[in-house]
């Protein structure tokens, strides 16, 4: 059987007419008016790809293009496009799609949390010291600032009640300065911040409910699971799709759904530790409603984000979550 | 080399691109690909790659032959292994301090890693059964590199946009297509100038409705309403829609421009028919498709998003240059640098 295509010689890009056919072990090339002979091991069969021609390559760089996939994989044979029969075979593009759902149900359930919890226990504590200081920094949280005497007192209370409910661990609350607003949040090296405006807003109790959802993040190690977390999707998404200028906002949404997930396990060690020294985890949801109006109140803050684009569950759901634990 | 001095008879004419893939077969592809890389817990995602790329080049067209790529996927997986083993002992530099030594070397060592991963790719691309090459510009590279961090610091990051010129004018002036070469003419102010002109008026004009949507809403009392739930939605939402729109005049300006100052022997050029609203219109289409699959459209929307620049682009030579082509001397080199360069999203190619 003779294929036709075009024949470029590998010295330059013209296109000649040529035809190919083969002879036992021998394939036969005819261009220009010649006919040359190779053995079929110095042959490359290039696999089947679409629609596009196919190529069979010689040596000293000859190419020869041709569509007539058939004849080629009749005087070749099919084990050139294995891959090309496994991408039309639908049985096993459908069993590619059930493994691709199935990966990608299993990497968001199970590996990508497992193997961030299990990374964060094993960074050294040196390590996490120079993550939490470049964070500070960035965040431009600067110097402590000097507290009123009231909000003093109500820091070294909460201070001493936290140490009281976790002998084990160091307590470490820093006062910082935050556009003025009322915050508080857990750096990776288990120190925690918190502003002078919130100290004021709520009472000691409410603000002992939101240091200890911060000890939750310090305890379960939440902002360094989110590194390790997003460090992880973004090297499979490099093996599965390559990246792209899409993959940054897969990459965020499913990142910011972990973070609603931390926020949840947080509150609920919150409202378990405030169970433990008689106080309602109704406390905690208290605090979060009035930090969100005065935070509301100085901007159109993220308050009316729907629930898919925000870092944390609505406070409305954690207050009702709160409530039934009381 | 081609002659460029003597005025070729018969003028340039334009050659459309055009992309004959489509989703139905790439999706085939793609799944096929992802399910063995899971399966092989990775090593398969080095054949993917080879395949993946194969499959575009195969199916762009310019002047009724396509491009093909004929990198050895065993070269890439190598590759794949050694950038492992670099990200894992980063964690060595908590034994010591002396293992800080790797990533400052890696760091060190990017220019060459670029002009590496330049050679693998260049070298293993086709047209017409003649290799595309790429020069051992090692030290211009680092001159490319030292020019970028200056003109980032020393403009306080106002010139940032210029690096990414000086990279191309790299790329683009050390690339070869057999013995021709090519040339990306204008100044790095030029193009910074070019871009910053339309990021300057779209940002004044998106500032303007901004403020008065705001203004709009807070004068209606509708901002001030307890149940106004929708309203900072809203406003997030169009900050969002802008970044878009910046991002699709990033890429149709950048087209523009490059394609007006890229000259090759044999009369070589190019065109683009890119406009503005159109091509914000098609991103939008492909993301709204993303969206609405949750992401699996995503070989169909590849697809769609090659056809469409490939629909707006013209090579523009002389006939004879499709002919005229030769090939030049092949280097051959470890696939190292391009997977770093494209672990980094260093874009090293057309
Ligand atoms: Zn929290």
Redesign the pocket.
């Given at each position: 059987m003779r294929i036709n295509g075009l024949l470029f010689d590998g010295q330059n890009s013209r296109a000649r007419p040529a035809a190919l056919y083969r002879l036992g072990e021998q394939v036969i090339l005819e261009y220009d008016g010649q006919s040359r002979t190779f053995e079929r091991k110095d042959v490359n069969v290039l696999s089947r790809l679409g629609s596009a021609p196919r190529a069979i390559e010689f040596p000293g760089m000859m190419r020869f293009e041709s569509s007539s996939h058939d004849e080629i994989d009749q005087v070749f044979g099919g084990l050139s496009s294995f891959i090309h029969k496994l991408e039309n075979n639908t049985q096993l593009v459908v069993i590619s799609v059930v493994t691709f759902v199935a990966f990608c149900v299993a990497s968001y359930l199970w590996i990508i949390p497992a193997t961030s919890r299990f990374v964060v226990h094993k960074i050294p504590q040196s390590y996490i010291d120079k993550i939490a200081q470049k964070m500070e920094g960035e965040w431009g949280l600067g110097e402590s600032v000097t507290l009123a005497a009231e909000n003093q007192d109500k820091l070294e209370t909460i201070t001493s009640r936290l140490t009281h409910s976790f002998p084990g661990q160091q307590v470490r609350i820093r006062p910082v300065e935050m556009d003025g607003m009322a915050n508080a949040?857990?750096l990776p090296d288990g120190s925690m911040m918190v502003t002078q405006p919130l100290l004021e807003l709520l009472s000691t109790d409410q603000a002992l409910a939101v240091m200890m959802?911060?000890m939750?993040?310090v305890t379960y190690r939440?902002g360094l699971q989110a590194m390790a977390g997003q460090m992880i999707i973004s090297v499979l998404l490099f093996f599965t799709v390559g990246g792209g200028d899409f993959t940054a906002i897969g990459q965020n949404l499913v990142g910011l759904s972990y973070s609603r997930r931390?926020?949840r396990e947080?509150?609920l060690f919150a409202a378990k530790h405030l169970k433990e020294i008689g106080l309602k985890p109704s406390l905690l949801a208290d605090g979060l409603k009035r930090i969100e109006k005065s935070v509301s109140r100085r901007r159109e803050g993220a308050g009316g984000l729907p629930t898919f684009m925000s870092s944390?569950p609505l406070t409305e759901e954690r207050a009702k979550y709160l409530k039934e634990l009381d | 080399m081609l002659e460029t001095n003597t005025p070729s008879p018969v003028a340039a004419q334009s050659y459309p691109f055009e992309f004959r893939g489509n989703g139905k077969e790439y999706f085939k592809i793609w799944i096929v690909n992802v399910g063995l890389t899971i399966l092989t817990l990775g090593i398969y995602s080095a054949w993917a790659k080879v395949r993946t790329r194969r499959y575009f080049y195969n199916h762009m067209f310019v002047n009724g032959q396509s491009f093909d790529y004929h990198a050895d996927p065993i070269k890439i997986l190598k590759g794949r292994i050694m950038l492992f083993l670099i990200g894992l002992s980063v964690a060595l530099v908590n034994l010591s301090p002396i293992f800080l030594i790797i990533p400052v070397l890696f760091f060190l060592a990017g220019p060459y890693l670029i002009v590496r991963g330049a050679i693998f790719n260049f070298t293993n691309t086709s047209f017409r059964g003649v290799r595309f090459g790429f020069q051992r510009a090692y030290q211009e590279s680092y001159i490319t590199w030292l020019k970028a961090i200056a003109v980032t610091i020393f403009t306080l990051g106002i010139g940032a946009l210029t690096s990414q010129f000086y990279w191309r004018k790299f790329i683009f002036d050390h690339m070869a297509l057999g013995k021709a070469r090519f040339k990306l003419g204008g100044t790095g102010f030029e193009f910074w100038a070019y871009m910053m002109k339309v990021f300057f008026l779209y940002g004044l004009g998106f500032l303007a409705i901004y403020l008065g949507v705001t203004f709009g809403l807070f004068f209606s009392g509708l901002i001030s309403k307890e149940d106004a739930g929708l309203v900072p939605f809203l406003l997030v939402a169009m900050i969002y829609v802008f970044y878009g729109f910046l991002f699709v005049v990033y890429q149709v300006r950048t087209a523009h421009f490059y394609s007006k100052h890229t000259s090759g022997d044999g009369g070589l050029g190019f065109q683009t028919r890119l406009t503005l609203w159109d091509s914000f219109l098609m991103y939008a289409e492909q993301l709204f498709l993303l969206i609405i699959t949750l992401g699996f459209a995503w070989p169909w929307v590849t697809v769609a998003i090659a056809k469409y620049k490939a629909e707006h682009t013209d090579a523009m030579a002389t006939p004879e240059f499709f002919n005229s082509l030769e090939q030049a001397q092949l280097e051959s080199v470890s696939a190292f640098g391009e997977e770093v360069a494209s672990f980094w999203d260093f874009d090293i190619g057309f």
């Amino acid at each position: 059987m003779r294929i036709n295509g075009l024949l470029f010689d590998g010295q330059n890009s013209r296109a000649r007419p040529a035809a190919l056919y083969r002879l036992g072990e021998q394939v036969i090339l005819e261009y220009d008016g010649q006919s040359r002979t190779f053995e079929r091991k110095d042959v490359n069969v290039l696999s089947r790809l679409g629609s596009a021609p196919r190529a069979i390559e010689f040596p000293g760089m000859m190419r020869f293009e041709s569509s007539s996939h058939d004849e080629i994989d009749q005087v070749f044979g099919g084990l050139s496009s294995f891959i090309h029969k496994l991408e039309n075979n639908t049985q096993l593009v459908v069993i590619s799609v059930v493994t691709f759902v199935a990966f990608c149900v299993a990497s968001y359930l199970w590996i990508i949390p497992a193997t961030s919890r299990f990374v964060v226990h094993k960074i050294p504590q040196s390590y996490i010291d120079k993550i939490a200081q470049k964070m500070e920094g960035e965040w431009g949280l600067g110097e402590s600032v000097t507290l009123a005497a009231e909000n003093q007192d109500k820091l070294e209370t909460i201070t001493s009640r936290l140490t009281h409910s976790f002998p084990g661990q160091q307590v470490r609350i820093r006062p910082v300065e935050m556009d003025g607003m009322a915050n508080a949040f857990a750096l990776p090296d288990g120190s925690m911040m918190v502003t002078q405006p919130l100290l004021e807003l709520l009472s000691t109790d409410q603000a002992l409910a939101v240091m200890m959802h911060e000890m939750g993040h310090v305890t379960y190690r939440h902002g360094l699971q989110a590194m390790a977390g997003q460090m992880i999707i973004s090297v499979l998404l490099f093996f599965t799709v390559g990246g792209g200028d899409f993959t940054a906002i897969g990459q965020n949404l499913v990142g910011l759904s972990y973070s609603r997930r931390h926020e949840r396990e947080a509150d609920l060690f919150a409202a378990k530790h405030l169970k433990e020294i008689g106080l309602k985890p109704s406390l905690l949801a208290d605090g979060l409603k009035r930090i969100e109006k005065s935070v509301s109140r100085r901007r159109e803050g993220a308050g009316g984000l729907p629930t898919f684009m925000s870092s944390h569950p609505l406070t409305e759901e954690r207050a009702k979550y709160l409530k039934e634990l009381d | 080399m081609l002659e460029t001095n003597t005025p070729s008879p018969v003028a340039a004419q334009s050659y459309p691109f055009e992309f004959r893939g489509n989703g139905k077969e790439y999706f085939k592809i793609w799944i096929v690909n992802v399910g063995l890389t899971i399966l092989t817990l990775g090593i398969y995602s080095a054949w993917a790659k080879v395949r993946t790329r194969r499959y575009f080049y195969n199916h762009m067209f310019v002047n009724g032959q396509s491009f093909d790529y004929h990198a050895d996927p065993i070269k890439i997986l190598k590759g794949r292994i050694m950038l492992f083993l670099i990200g894992l002992s980063v964690a060595l530099v908590n034994l010591s301090p002396i293992f800080l030594i790797i990533p400052v070397l890696f760091f060190l060592a990017g220019p060459y890693l670029i002009v590496r991963g330049a050679i693998f790719n260049f070298t293993n691309t086709s047209f017409r059964g003649v290799r595309f090459g790429f020069q051992r510009a090692y030290q211009e590279s680092y001159i490319t590199w030292l020019k970028a961090i200056a003109v980032t610091i020393f403009t306080l990051g106002i010139g940032a946009l210029t690096s990414q010129f000086y990279w191309r004018k790299f790329i683009f002036d050390h690339m070869a297509l057999g013995k021709a070469r090519f040339k990306l003419g204008g100044t790095g102010f030029e193009f910074w100038a070019y871009m910053m002109k339309v990021f300057f008026l779209y940002g004044l004009g998106f500032l303007a409705i901004y403020l008065g949507v705001t203004f709009g809403l807070f004068f209606s009392g509708l901002i001030s309403k307890e149940d106004a739930g929708l309203v900072p939605f809203l406003l997030v939402a169009m900050i969002y829609v802008f970044y878009g729109f910046l991002f699709v005049v990033y890429q149709v300006r950048t087209a523009h421009f490059y394609s007006k100052h890229t000259s090759g022997d044999g009369g070589l050029g190019f065109q683009t028919r890119l406009t503005l609203w159109d091509s914000f219109l098609m991103y939008a289409e492909q993301l709204f498709l993303l969206i609405i699959t949750l992401g699996f459209a995503w070989p169909w929307v590849t697809v769609a998003i090659a056809k469409y620049k490939a629909e707006h682009t013209d090579a523009m030579a002389t006939p004879e240059f499709f002919n005229s082509l030769e090939q030049a001397q092949l280097e051959s080199v470890s696939a190292f640098g391009e997977e770093v360069a494209s672990f980094w999203d260093f874009d090293i190619g057309f």
